[in-house]
């Protein structure tokens, strides 16, 4: 695995549509979900980033509309759970830099995801790790490890 020198703390409750995440890499981080009926906003230091407008039956997942990227870009969240390398990956497209990105489930732990990037995705960018434990920010649900800075640039 590659060195992946921050990390950031799950905290809240204990459901990803209604969590807190905090931490610092060359700053601080500070995200919030919060779902009401069909939709969940991504709030980045408590001014909205994300809003995930969920179909409720349409066709398709809905869309994701990206607030802070200098113009707002909306995309369908089909983008981000695409098909990836193997059945326990699933590949997506930022909507930053249109970058290609694979989410893979770990073999030595199924609740544990790695993040991969590069021309073939063959670069660790990221581990989530699902597991309750204390940390220096309270009670946590998971962990995110990543050698990205708060603007996305490698560390």
């Not at 995440?21 to 939709?39: A, L, N, P, Q, S």
């Not at 089909?78 to 970058?99: H, K, Q, W, Y």
Request: with cysteine; glycine share 8%.
């Amino acid at each position: 695995m590659s060195t992946l020198p921050y990390l950031v703390f799950f905290t809240g409750r204990d459901d990803p549509r209604d969590c807190m995440i905090i931490g610092e890499d060359e700053k601080h981080v500070f995200f919030e979900f919060e779902t009401t009926d069909m939709c969940t906003t991504i709030f980045s230091d408590r001014q909205p980033a994300v809003t995930l407008r969920w179909a409720g039956g349409h066709s398709g997942l809905g869309s994701a509309h990206f607030l802070t990227l200098g113009e707002a870009r909306e995309i369908p969240m089909e983008r981000l759970i695409m098909p990836g390398s193997s059945p326990n990956a699933r590949r997506f497209v930022s909507a930053t830099d249109d970058g290609v990105y694979e989410w893979r489930r770990s073999y030595e732990d199924p609740t544990s995801y790695e993040l991969w990037a590069g021309p073939n995705l063959n670069v660790q960018i990221a581990a989530f790790h699902k597991f309750d434990h204390s940390t220096p920010v309270g009670m946590s649900h998971a962990t995110l490890q990543y050698c990205f800075a708060n603007g996305g640039t490698p560390a």
